[in-house]
């Protein structure tokens, strides 16, 4: 089993920013990939950014330029780095872990993380 414990949430103006961060605990493979995925109300969850053990990125193209992924290996954490946040990004903002071994994956989430952009 992993555990995913978010933080760095919260309320902010436009324009402002917010880090979010990912500590996983528990049975973590070597081949990992750790993410941030959203979901606003009355949506449906979308991806935001994931990050490979090698530090491969891919990131949703409503975020490209503003948000910046990155891990530390070494403490299972991940962190998201959010700026010129707009009211289109409130949404509560989950942390994914992906085990990946012999061609099986296995999903884990956070209890996730309420991000409010709102003057």
């Known amino acids: 089993q992993v555990q995913l414990v978010e933080s760095g949430g919260g309320l902010v103006q436009p324009g402002g920013s917010l880090r979010l961060s990912c500590a996983a605990s528990?049975?973590?493979?070597?081949?990992?990939?750790m993410g941030w995925y959203r979901q606003a109300p009355g949506k449906q969850r979308e991806l935001v950014a994931v990050?490979?053990?090698?530090?491969?990125?891919n990131y949703a193209d409503s975020v490209k330029g503003r948000c910046t992924i990155s891990r530390d290996n070494a403490n299972s954490t991940v962190y998201l780095q959010m700026n010129s946040l707009e009211p289109e990004d409130t949404a509560v903002y989950y942390c994914?872990?992906?085990?990946?071994?012999?061609?099986?994956?296995?999903?884990?989430w956070g209890q996730g993380t309420q991000v409010t952009v709102s003057s």
């Open positions: 994914n872990l992906v085990n990946s071994y012999a061609g099986y994956a296995y999903y884990y």
């Open positions: 528990g049975s973590i493979f070597t081949i990992n990939i």
């Open positions: 990050i490979t053990v090698d530090g491969n990125t």
